[in-house]
């Protein structure tokens, strides 16, 4: 509820009482009533504090008025009293006459004061006039005031509005010039700091937006360019001979462009964000089964990895075959976390042989290093041995194939990939609804449901986020990871040990 607001029809009023003591000091009013000349209550209680100040002081100069009066007849009523109860001071010859002078003189002060009693009526009235006229001057010195800051507020707005005008007639004339898409592409990647890969590959969809076009010019670009492109893209047939998914249209090519031209809408560059209004339906999938391996999958796919390949292939990629399956199926990492892991990163700590998953190796999707205790089974089938020959380089791909060290290193993409033909071409795992990597992920925590393995311990062994602000306070210890490792099943392969 907000103090002195009323509301007549549709139109919101100050109103506030007058209190009836200082009503004959305020032109005998019993209340303000004024107009708020609004309908919206919002901007009718912004206006209150203004009207609230002024009869605030309307109502200080009023009780002034009322305590000076009161003052006054409080002045004379003690004179008087004084005069008429003065006694004698000591005892004389002549005490009784001087009793009934004294008495007598009393007796006509009186009767002066009730007679002059129209006189102090007359008086107040006249006091009361004046005061009330001077109320009435503060209403209208208040007006005044109101008027002036209308008038202020009044140039402020025209002000505004005159620099809009110069503004839009800036972002006009800037308009005229071309904005290269690439070159801003590559000046928000570099200020938002995007992973190398990241970066290869938005540019790389970004430059499929300038061929389509056949220009570079993001201010050119309309909302029927990109209508046309995105019905380009989902018709077009992958390297796997498929339709170009929904969701890589959105989540890749379109991600890319929206913040793009977000960061220069930003940086005033550009006045809005065409991408932003194109809209690209993805279908709910159907869910056939679940996202994890089963146990006749997992085994055929270990159990492939123990088998020399026949064709012939690199060292580094036969080592992939080997050993990538295995580390994924007990560690549940992401596969290409896998694919970039250096000899350096495979070492001993506190008594337990870990696995470092650093962004300094290369692409991660946290950009958060953590320590992965390595099971038993590893040790056993001799990684230890694979990860100390290849010291300070990568385990499963060539180094020397790395054009620019250090920028959109792709190969331990490349080996994941390769990985998962494998798993469709040779293993024959072609279940279109398993993912042939990603599947170990899904199937190391289910196996960690099944041997009791806390939920947030698993998360950290997996570097999955915390998904509460209580899961961030403390940490899940390298020996609570151990024993949680420790707890997994092996995968026993017939014949191997």
Not at 159 to 166: D, F, H, K
Not at 201 to 219: K, P, S
């Amino acid at each position: 509820m907000c103090t002195y607001l009323a509301k007549r029809g549709a139109t919101y009023y100050f109103r506030r009482p007058v209190p009836e003591e200082l009503q004959p000091y305020a032109q005998n009013r019993r209340e303000w009533m004024i107009s708020l000349r609004c309908k919206d209550r919002e901007t009718a209680k912004r206006k209150i504090p203004e009207h609230t100040i002024a009869t605030d002081a309307l109502i200080a100069e009023a009780r002034g008025a009322l305590q000076r009066d009161s003052d006054r007849s409080q002045a004379t009523l003690t004179n008087t009293a004084a005069d008429a109860q003065v006694k004698p001071l000591a005892a004389s010859p002549g005490q009784a006459e001087q009793a009934d002078y004294e008495a007598a003189e009393a007796k006509a002060a009186a009767d002066r004061w009730e007679a002059r009693a129209p006189e102090r009526s007359t008086l107040r009235h006249r006091l009361a006039t004046r005061r009330s006229n001077e109320l009435h001057l503060s209403e209208q010195a208040m007006r005044d005031i109101l008027r002036e800051r209308d008038a202020r507020y009044a140039a402020l707005v025209a002000e505004r509005q005159s620099e809009g005008q110069a503004n839009l007639a800036r972002d006009a004339a800037r308009r005229t010039e071309p904005v290269p898409l690439l070159v801003i592409f590559d000046a928000y990647a570099k200020e938002q700091g995007l992973k190398p890969t990241t970066t290869y590959e938005w540019r790389r969809n970004i430059n499929a937006l300038v061929d389509f076009l056949g220009h570079d010019d993001a201010t050119r670009i309309g909302v029927d360019d990109l209508d046309r492109w995105r019905e380009k893209l989902l018709g077009e047939i992958t390297k796997r001979g498929s339709l170009r998914s929904p969701t890589t249209v959105k989540d890749k090519y379109f991600a890319a462009l929206r913040a793009t031209l977000n960061w220069a809408v930003e940086k005033r560059k550009l006045t809005d964000n065409v991408a932003k209004l194109i809209v690209i339906r993805v279908p709910k999938k159907v869910k056939l089964r679940e996202r994890d391996f089963t146990s006749l999958e997992a085994n055929a796919i270990l159990a492939a990895s123990l088998v020399p390949s026949k064709s012939a292939i690199s060292d580094h990629l036969a080592l992939a075959r080997r050993w990538v399956p295995w580390l994924c199926a007990y560690t549940g990492a992401r596969v290409n976390e896998i694919t970039q892991l250096r000899g350096e990163d495979i070492a001993q700590i506190d008594g337990f042989w870990t696995m470092r998953v650093t962004p300094e190796a290369g692409t991660q999707k946290t950009n958060e290093a953590r320590i992965v205790p390595l099971h038993a089974h590893l040790i056993e089938q001799g990684f230890l041995a694979v990860a100390e020959a290849a010291g300070a380089s990568p385990i499963f791909y060539d180094p020397r194939l790395v054009r620019t060290p250090g920028l959109a290193n792709r190969h331990p993409k490349k080996v994941g990939e390769r990985l998962a033909k494998w798993v469709r071409d040779d293993v024959g795992i072609t279940d279109i609804a398993i993912m042939p990597n990603h599947a170990w992920r899904h199937t190391f925590k289910t196996l960690a449901i099944e041997a009791e393995i806390p939920e947030r311990v698993a998360d950290a062994i997996q570097g999955h986020k915390p998904r509460s602000v209580g899961q961030t306070y403390g940490s899940v210890s390298l020996k609570a990871q151990a024993a949680a490792v420790a707890k997994l099943p092996r995968h026993a392969i017939p014949g191997w040990p």
